[in-house]
């Protein structure tokens, strides 16, 4: 067995480290040029061609394209009526986007526990956590891992309720031979850089409701009617918003999205790639296949046991780091998964303008607390699942091969020490006070 780099021996890879990168082909860039050439820099034709590009895509009658995941979000609640004393059931296991959406509506995020498989809300969980405040359900896909939507539309129904789909890492992704993203009465998906596809920075939401259509492009755009026009000075009584993308984003994502189906492709066979170099590997899970329908991948995620490996993850992704196929600096980022609940956003309940508004708010009639041992499952998740690489369209062969190799060699490495009884303490206080 070779000794561990962080052990002094010698690293699996000593090229540059494996990053994520975004697709940009000589299309991207010669529309990229066109739109300048024209000097039609904000939201005009190009946007209008993308949206029609998106909604063709996924075979529904609206889209709109944002300048963020995040703000498809607000626009969506924001359509849905969300408002004060409000409640809407949201995923622990997420980017925090997925649930601070809904304080941008001065609604309160209640968070239900999720599947301990597939890392998804759990039906059951939500169904529990139903009162006559709730209002939206915001399933998130997490990684392109499949919810099982049925249950969840059947209590929407039951309860008169919205439902949200967060789609923003699971673009293509299949739910029983549906889109995921049609299922909801809206879905929403993110284009920054290093999701399926990309303009940068954007997002869009997508629906076959004309009526949630039109509020959303009105928030989109200081609240104008559409029928109005986009140059409309009249406004409709509600808020006004910025959220429009620009004609150069458009006309990157144009593009994306006629080669979508290709880099989806390729991220899958990227992805069964990894799990047929990893098969077999003890103390690890590998991500899990679906039994509602075809997942895709963002990221590769591994399930790490403790139990058999003998330390924790923070010991395991600082070996793995040496051995040049994992950034230290993913400890302080969105690769790191925090459960939502616990974030001092929540725990603290901190509010707009030094208040504790909506948490503790006269409009709001019921009480909520954060706290740990809330979501017990997405709690253990957090500490045991790892994000180990994306696999995005651009990794080449010898990537991956590295990437496997890697991780059976700190594995196979970790279990000898257990058995030896050697204790495993790689990490250091400095990266401890990053999490």
């Known amino acids: 067995m070779s000794k561990l780099a962080i052990e002094g021996g010698t690293p699996v890879r000593s090229k540059n480290p494996i990053v994520e990168t975004d697709v940009f082909e000589q299309e991207e860039f010669d529309a990229l040029v066109q739109v300048a050439s024209q000097k039609k820099l904000r939201r005009a034709e190009a946007a209008v061609e993308y949206e029609q590009t998106i909604a063709d895509w996924f075979n529904v009658k609206h889209a709109i394209a944002v300048s963020s995941g995040t703000t498809a979000l607000h626009i969506a609640l924001a359509a849905f009526g969300i408002g004060p004393g409000d409640e809407v059931i949201v995923t622990p296991y997420t980017f925090v986007a997925s649930d601070t959406a809904v304080l941008e509506q001065n609604a309160i995020p209640i968070f239900a526990d999720v599947d301990p498989v597939h890392l998804t809300l759990d039906p059951n969980e939500v169904a529990r956590l139903i009162t006559p405040r709730t209002k939206a359900i915001i399933p998130v896909t997490i990684s392109g891992s499949l919810v099982d939507m049925d249950p969840i539309m059947e209590l929407a129904k039951q309860h008169n309720l919205w439902v949200l789909e967060d789609a923003c890492q699971s673009l293509g992704a299949t739910y029983k031979g549906k889109m995921v993203g049609t299922i909801g009465h809206v879905g929403v998906f993110s284009t920054i850089t290093g999701k399926i596809t990309n303009t940068g920075e954007g997002g869009f939401v997508i629906t076959n409701d004309s009526d949630l259509y039109d509020k959303m492009w009105g928030y989109t755009d200081f609240a104008r009617k559409k029928s109005l026009g986009p140059a409309s000075k009249y406004h409709f009584g509600l808020p006004c918003t910025n959220y429009r993308i620009t004609n150069m984003q458009a006309a990157i994502g144009t593009q994306q999205m006629k080669r979508a189906w290709d880099m989806i492709r390729k991220r899958t066979e990227n992805a069964d790639y990894l799990s047929s170099k990893l098969e077999g590997t003890p103390g690890i899970v590998l991500p899990p296949k679906s039994p509602w329908g075809e997942r895709v991948y963002f990221y ?53 303008g030094g208040t504790k508004c909506p948490f503790e708010c006269p409009l709001y009639e019921g009480h909520v607390e954060y706290y740990r041992g809330l979501c017990p499952v997405a709690e253990q998740a957090c500490d045991e699942v790892f994000w180990l690489a994306s696999v995005h369209p651009l990794l080449e062969k010898q990537d991956l091969d590295d990437i496997a190799d890697a991780v059976k060699k700190v594995v196979f490495e970790l279990i000898d020490r257990k058995h030896k009884g050697l204790a495993v303490e790689y990490a250091t206080d400095e990266h401890r006070a990053l999490l």
Do not use: C
């Open 300 to 352: 590769y995620l591994i399930r790490l046991l403790p139990q058999v490996l003998g330390t924790d993850m923070l010991n395991f992704a600082v070996a793995l780091a040496a051995e040049g196929v994992y950034n230290l600096r993913y400890l302080s980022t969105t690769r790191w998964m925090v459960p939502q609940h616990l974030e001092p956003l929540f725990v603290n309940k901190a509010g707009y």
